[in-house]
Structures are given as structure tokens and as C-alpha cells.
């Protein structure tokens, strides 16, 4: 068991020169100038450098930070390079970074002999490229796994960190996976050295999430985007303790806030992310996990013949109609589901925090009866909105009655500082609200502050009747980091910041806090009906860069018409605005000079005619009107 620096750990290389050559592409390291690779610019053709590959005079030579893999459009190959990176703290005493820049590098030489509807097709794949250039929440080690939790990698066989990085690595959190195929593929059919095990490796694996890494060995990073990483000190009567969040989200059902929701076949599901709280106090290192994932349900919509998951398809309403056919499959994927989080945490407790009233409601009966047919998983409803209200975060403790004894039976996870396992986690909570995110987000900070009391009372730091919430400074640090991932969360998943954060920061909710939960509102609003088809980190973008989606060629473009299968009617909006925005106005103002004479009163009931006329043809056409995927249908 290794937790610590050890220098038979397998590191990547963390600085690489790139050259830039007419015909090619170089990389190596600066401080291993004879090891590297070459990247064709015709082709994409990857060999191993000998002395002739890096012959002759580079056009342009820059320093970067990890190679993330590459990725096979139409006319050619793309090579993922991190230009920018900052330190964003250390996990468990291994520097963990931020990638602040990255470029695909284009080896398409024979974009010129592309049909137009390739060329055309290759632009749109290439919008997608850049919109993952500008993502933020890509964070990667180069000397330790980040998808691994604390309790998973002390139980693991000894040597496991002299492997190479993508080897110790989770796939289900390695938002690169699939960009880093090429690279292992060419390292195991020889081309590539191996290093030994107290050698730096030259590559990268990027887990995207809330971490990252690369492959080429220690080339190749693993991504980890869909990783939210928090750190706070907190000095807790004599003791300094260092606090460490970090939430992986997992890659087998990516998507946007309405474009990804419930299952699918396999029993994944939509904004699933693992979160784990450490703390590292007096030798001492403790850990909670705590998971969040949408309701588990395979349903389909009545909208033509292909079943769909349980949905809430963007129409230009503020809350789309949630409609639910049940499917025969449901009990199948709802069962694994749940078997596969058993093998991984060991027991379940679900906490449903969705309205059980309305279509909310509709839902979580669904959910009960699919859950009544489990028996080894408990199953807890608890409406959120009817009992803390948008300023009760205290009634949260009528939860905590209900769960408390159970989740404090599961425990958490112990080791002191020569690696003996004085405690184990035994199972873990399983929360989810619609989203998975603002109801989830103040539930679980609730439950990793019951945790750290219970941590720190044993071990003698705080007594029995002590809490973390008597230490002002520290508990607003504590909240804070709470707060900030479930901002991170949301960012990836709906696009805003998260709402209610308030209730985690301060516990209440505030007039600003207000505010700006209305500020966020709307901009789901906007991104869900106008944007999350083809917006930064889109549902189009993750299924391109996961794989989900693979670029095919020789075969008519499989691009979906904008907008969805039935041709797009966006063109008229712009028109429809003007109607409606132009009736409004006209109305309102003959309405006030109506009383005047009977013309101007039959003018006033044909412009709100007309308005009317508009608003229903906007809500008749409006799932038309919204931005879609274009790449992969909604299973």
C-alpha cells in the first residue's frame, strides 16, 4: 500500500518540447531529448523518434505540459496538447494542476480532397474541438492516480504505483479515454519504450471530472474534467488539519442538464459523480464518500416509436412537461443500477429528495416501486422543498433522524500515518434531487459535517460534545469548499452556478444569495432552450471526445438536421420575436387610448390577436425552436 511519494512511483514527464515541422509534429521531453514520438501532419501517423525524425530546422518550437491523446475526424487526426497549466493543491501530498490552455494540433492534409458535405460536416466536428479548448474543470496529476479513492487505493496490491498511469487508473473517470487509444495501442504493438519503474514516463492521462492524466507512458496524461478539487486548512484547537474534496463524474452517460437524464440500458446514469472529503489531521487521514447520480428509471416518451429515458424535452416553457411511458426493461436497469454501486461501496441508502407531489411526484412513485423490489438497498423519501423550504437548512436534521443511526453504521474511512487501516467504509448514501444538483448538493454537505465531528471526536481533537460549528473561521472554510464544488458541479452540468448555495455557505438564505439564484435560473433557462446542443461542453462535444459518438467515413454524413430529426424552424424565430415583442408593444398602447373611439378599441383586439396568434405558434414549434444534439439520440 502506497499513499505517499515513493520514488519507485511511476511519474510522467511534466515538461515536453513541442516542434513543429512542415511535415510533422515532434514531442519530448525537455530533460530526455532522445525519447518521444512523431506525429505525421498528413496522416496522423504516430512513430517512435529515431535520428532522423527530428532532423532539419522546426518552423515553431513551444513547451507544453501533457499530450491528452488524439482523436480521428473525416480528414485526418488531431493531437490534444496542454499549452497552460497552474497548481491547484496537492492530493494527498502529490501536486495536483489545472489546465488553464490546451490545443488540438490538426494533422488533416487531406481535408483538400473532402467532399463539401465533409467539409462541411469536418467544420461542425471542429467548432466542437474548440469549444472543449476553452472548457474549464480539467485537472491531472502527474504523479498520482486521481480516480481512486483514498479506502480503494490502500487496499490495493503492492506495486500497484510503479504501473503505468492509465493502468492504475479508473476508466469510468478518465474523461480521455478514448483520445488516449491510439497512444496505448502504439505503445503495446512495441513502438514505444518502457521505462523502467524508477524512470519519469513520458505521457499524460487526462480524467476529466474535477482531475486528469496522459498515456504515451509518461507522455500521455488522464483528464480529469468532471472532477471538482477544493482544498482548506483549518486549525482546530492545537491541530492543523487540511480538508480535500474532491467529486468525480463519471464519463458512461455524459451529457447536458436536459439532454442527459435517468438510465440507460446498462443501468448508468446521467450526472453520476463520486465525491470524497479527506482529512488529514495529526498523522492521521480520513475519508467519506458520499455519491449523487439521476434516478435510475429506463422510460420512454410518446414521440414517435424509439423508447427514450425519462425526460424533460426543452420546448421554450421554463419547466418542461415531465411525461413518463414505463418501459418493460425498467426493472432490469434499476437492478443493475444498484448491483454495480453494491460491488463498488458495499451498502446502499438511497435519499430521494425530489417533490412528492406534481410530475416530480409522478416520478418518485415510479422510483418507490422500482425500489420496493430491491430489498437489500433502503429506500428514503424526503421532500425537500415541502420541509426546508428555500431557509430551513436546520429541518435537514428530520433526515438525519430517519438515516442517522444507518449512516453512521456505514462509517468512513481511517488510516494513521504508518498505513494501518483502523477503519473501514461500509457502504454509502446515494442522493439525488431532478438535477442532482442544488437539493443534492446542501444534503451532502449536511452529512460530511455530521461525518467530520464523528471523525474528530475519535480521535480526540474535538470532545463528545463538541463540533466543528462551534470553530467560526473554520466552519465557514469548511462550508465554503462545500459550496464551491457544487458550483463546479453545475457549471458542467447545467451551465450556471448552483442555486440554494446560500443555505451551504451561510446556512440561510440571503438577499444577494437571492438574487443571484435568479440570475442563474434564467441562464439555464437561455442555455437549455438555446445553447446546451452546442455550447461549451455540450452534450455534442462529450459524446465526440468519450467516443460515444466515432466519426465515420466513407458513408452519407450521419449528422442529425439542427434542431433534431424534423427540419428546423429556427429561422423563424428571429421573425416570431419581433412579432411578439412588436404585438406586446403595440397592444399595451392601444389598449390605454382604447376608451377614446371604437376604431382604436377593434385596433387593440387585433394586435392582441395577433400577439396571441404568435405566442401559440412560439409554443406549438417550440421543441424546433431549441438547440439539440446533433451527433447521438438521447439512450
Given amino acids: ?330 426493472p432490469k436497469v434499476v437492478q443493475r443500477h444498484f448491483h454495480d454501486l453494491s460491488q463498488r461501496y458495499g451498502e446502499i441508502m438511497v435519499v430521494n429528495l425530489t417533490d412528492q407531489h406534481g410530475a416530480e411526484g409522478e416520478l418518485s412513485k415510479a422510483y418507490a416501486t422500482e425500489m420496493a423490489r430491491l430489498p437489500n438497498v433502503r429506500y428514503v423519501a424526503f421532500d425537500f422543498h415541502h420541509i426546508c423550504g428555500t431557509t430551513n437548512f436546520d429541518n435537514l436534521g428530520i433526515l438525519y433522524e430517519q438515516i442517522g443511526d444507518e449512516f453512521e453504521m456505514q462509517g468512513y474511512f481511517l488510516v494513521d500515518a504508518e498505513g494501518n487501516i483502523l477503519e473501514e467504509q461500509k457502504g454509502v448514501i446515494r442522493s439525488n434531487c431532478i438535477d442532482c444538483l442544488d437539493r443534492t448538493n446542501v444534503t451532502q454537505n449536511y452529512m460530511a459535517q455530521k461525518s467530520l465531528n464523528l471523525q474528530l471526536q475519535r480521535i480526540g481533537v474535538l470532545d463528545s460534545a463538541e463540533c466543528v460549528s462551534m470553530f467560526e473561521d473554520d466552519y465557514t472554510k469548511f462550508r465554503t469548499i462545500w459550496a464551491e464544488q457544487g458550483d463546479e458541479i453545475s457549471l458542467q452540468y447545467a451551465g450556471t452556478y448552483a442555486l440554494k448555495g446560500d443555505l451551504v455557505r451561510y446556512g440561510k438564505q440571503t438577499v444577494s444569495g437571492a438574487i443571484k439564484d435568479g440570475i442563474s435560473a434564467m441562464s439555464r433557462y437561455y442555455l437549455n432552450n438555446f445553447q446546451d446542443g452546442v455550447r461549451q461542453a455540450s452534450s455534442d462535444a462529450l459524446d465526440l471526445i468519450s467516443g460515444r459518438y466515432t466519426v465515420g467515413t466513407n458513408s452519407p454524413s450521419q449528422l442529425q438536421p439542427i434542431g433534431g430529426s424534423q427540419p428546423s424552424n429556427k429561422q423563424f424565430l428571429p421573425v416570431a420575436s419581433a412579432l411578439l415583442i412588436g404585438g406586446v408593444t403595440v397592444t399595451s398602447f392601444t389598449i390605454h387610448q382604447a376608451g377614446r373611439n371604437t376604431q382604436q378599441y377593434l385596433a387593440s383586439a387585433l394586435w392582441a390577436g395577433v400577439t396571441a396568434g404568435v405566442v401559440a405558434m412560439i409554443k406549438a414549434n417550440g421543441r424546433h425552436l431549441c438547440s439539440r444534439p446533433r451527433l447521438c439520440h438521447l439512450i
Fill in 1 to 330: 500500500m502506497e499513499i505517499a511519494p515513493s520514488s519507485s512511483r511511476f511519474k510522467l514527464y511534466d515538461q515536453l518540447e513541442l516542434l513543429e515541422f512542415p511535415d510533422k509534429y515532434v514531442v519530448k521531453p525537455v530533460d530526455s531529448p532522445h525519447e518521444g514520438f512523431s506525429v505525421d501532419r498528413r496522416d496522423g501517423n504516430i512513430k517512435p523518434l529515431d535520428d532522423n525524425t527530428s532532423s532539419g530546422d522546426a518552423t515553431r518550437v513551444s513547451t507544453v505540459f501533457g499530450v491528452g491523446g488524439t482523436i480521428r475526424l473525416l480528414a485526418g487526426t488531431y493531437l490534444l496538447v496542454i499549452t497552460s497549466r497552474e497548481e491547484a493543491g496537492t492530493f494527498l501530498g502529490f501536486p495536483i494542476f489545472r489546465v488553464t490552455a490546451m490545443k488540438f494540433l490538426p494533422c488533416n492534409g487531406n481535408l483538400r480532397f473532402a467532399t463539401a458535405q465533409e467539409k462541411k460536416d469536418e467544420a461542425y466536428f471542429r467548432t466542437l474541438l474548440q469549444a472543449l479548448e476553452t472548457t474549464p474543470g480539467f485537472y491531472f496529476s502527474y504523479e498520482t492516480d486521481l480516480t481512486v479513492n483514498l479506502q480503494r487505493r490502500c487496499k490495493l496490491a503492492v506495486g500497484w504505483t510503479s504501473k503505468p498511469m492509465w493502468k492504475q487508473a479508473d476508466p469510468r473517470y478518465v474523461w480521455n479515454w478514448h483520445l488516449l487509444e491510439e497512444l496505448i495501442e502504439c505503445k503495446v504493438t512495441g513502438w514505444f519504450y518502457y521505462p523502467s519503474a524508477s524512470r519519469k514516463y513520458p505521457f499524460f492521462i487526462f480524467c476529466f471530472a474535477f482531475s486528469s492524466t496522459v498515456v504515451f507512458q509518461r507522455f500521455c496524461l488522464k483528464i480529469n474534467q468532471r472532477l471538482s478539487y477544493q482544498v482548506a486548512e483549518l486549525q482546530l484547537k492545537n491541530s492543523t488539519s487540511v480538508i480535500s474534496l474532491i467529486s468525480r463524474r463519471c464519463t458512461r452517460r455524459l451529457g447536458t442538464r436536459m439532454w442527459r437524464r435517468g438510465a440507460n440500458l446498462e443501468g448508468d446514469t446521467a450526472n453520476f459523480v463520486e465525491s470524497e472529503q479527506i482529512v488529514e489531521i495529526n498523522g492521521f487521514k480520513f475519508s467519506l464518500l458520499q455519491v449523487r447520480g439521476s434516478i435510475p428509471l429506463f422510460f420512454f416518451f410518446d414521440i414517435g416509436s424509439i423508447p427514450l429515458l425519462w425526460e424533460q424535452i426543452v420546448d421554450l416553457s421554463y419547466k418542461p412537461q415531465l411525461k413518463i411511458n414505463k418501459h418493460e426493461d425498467t
